[in-house]
T-cell receptor, first 117, second 113 residues
Framework: GAGVSQSPRYKVAKRGQDVALRCDPI?????LFWYQQALGQGPEFLTY????????KSGLPSDRFFAERPEGSVSTLKIQRTQQEDSAVYLC???????????????FGDGTRLSIL | AQSVTQLGSHVSVSEGALVLLRCNYS??????LFWYVQYPNQGLQLLLK??????LVKGINGFEAEFKKSETSFHLTKPSAHMSDAAEYFC???????????FGTGTQLKVEL
């Protein structure tokens, strides 16, 4: 496929469990972003990678959230000891250029809908 | 800090009528502005972007937006609504030196027969 791929599409977990969400960006895209979208809201920035380097993690809500992109392609967002307030759609986006290329658009995946019981 | 405000969380139009979705931005530097559309259970799809090349920007599916610095606005329009336009629309801003997108709260567009 040519687009950004995210898995799983849906994830249900019990409070306190750890979860891992995967993102496969468009091939060759240098920049990768994670966003959190609560119900009825716009997406909110979590973190940004340029290749394997995590350049901005200012949006991560707590130290329970961790993201990595070890080889500069696939990325994983991990949430430890999940809480009910973590329930949201997690969107991944990728962009072609270095440093996000401010004028370059971000291409979004379909997201992972996380529900914490 | 850069931000966008979308006026009207819900907009309803008749099929064939003009679509106008409002977005105002706040930015201390020349902004890069985007409109995205989101269909149910899907990610965001880029409609159009403003990057200072031209104030009137044409996008996909017949949408366009005009950047007005004096009004700090970037409203989205379409001359004639189609049933398939029913979706949620997000305005977003990114500054020249930054990378992340800051989104508005979205406008749900309903198209009625």
């Amino acid at each position: 496929g040519a687009g950004v791929s995210q898995s799983p599409r849906y994830k249900v977990a019990k409070r306190g469990q750890d979860v891992a969400l995967r993102c496969d960006p468009i091939s060759g895209h240098v920049s990768l972003f994670w966003y959190q979208q609560a119900l009825g809201q716009g997406p909110e920035f979590l973190t940004y990678f340029q290749n394997e380097a995590q350049l901005d993690k200012s949006g991560l809500p707590s130290d329970r959230f961790f993201a990595e992109r070890p080889e500069g392609s696939v990325s994983t967002l991990k949430i430890q000891r999940t809480q009910q307030e973590d329930s949201a759609v997690y969107l991944c986006a990728s962009s072609l250029g270095v440093s996000g290329g401010a004028g370059q658009p971000q291409h979004f995946g379909d997201g992972t809908r996380l529900s914490i019981l | 800090a850069q931000s966008v405000t979308q006026l009207g969380s819900h907009v309803s139009v008749s099929e064939g009528a003009l679509v106008l979705l409002r977005c105002n931005y706040s930015s201390s530097v020349p902004p890069y502005l985007f409109w995205y559309v989101q269909y149910p259970n899907q990610g965001l799809q880029l409609l159009l972007k403003y990057t200072s090349a031209a104030t009137l920007v044409k996008g996909i599916n017949g949408f366009e937006a005009e950047f007005k610095k004096s009004e700090t606005s970037f409203h989205l329009t379409k001359p004639s609504a189609h049933m398939s336009d029913a979706a949620e629309y997000f305005c977003a801003v990114r500054t020249g030196g930054g990378n992340k997108l800051t989104f508005g709260t979205g406008t749900q567009l309903k198209v009625e027969l």
